[in-house]
């Protein structure tokens, strides 16, 4: 059996994946972990080329059934994740 807590597949996954293993995920909510995973998909993703994330997660609230993220959801996280990127790059500079 395998057991995943955040994984990352296609290119600049390896950077997705190490970044997302530092993750304290046993201590977040469901939805401040797809904040922060939107966020890191954000930052390693190259900006040329669009992508689309998929998420679905197992937890309590899903009664430990695989179910995907509704779209609604994820798009809130993709926003609230590239806004924090924006003002990390304006305290940056």
């Known amino acids: 059996m395998h057991q995943y807590n955040a994984t990352a597949v296609g290119k600049g996954r390896q950077a997705a994946k190490n970044e997302l293993e530092k993750l304290k995920l046993d201590r977040m909510t469901c939805k ?11 930052q390693v993703h190259d900006e040329e080329k669009a992508f689309e994330l998929e998420v679905a997660w197992i937890s309590a609230d899903t009664d430990y059934v695989f179910t995907r993220v509704s779209n609604e959801e994820v798009a809130e996280a993709e926003q609230a994740a590239k806004a924090a990127i924006e003002a990390e790059d304006m305290d940056d500079d």
């Open 32 to 42: 401040e972990a797809l904040f922060s995973a939107a966020k890191i998909l954000h």
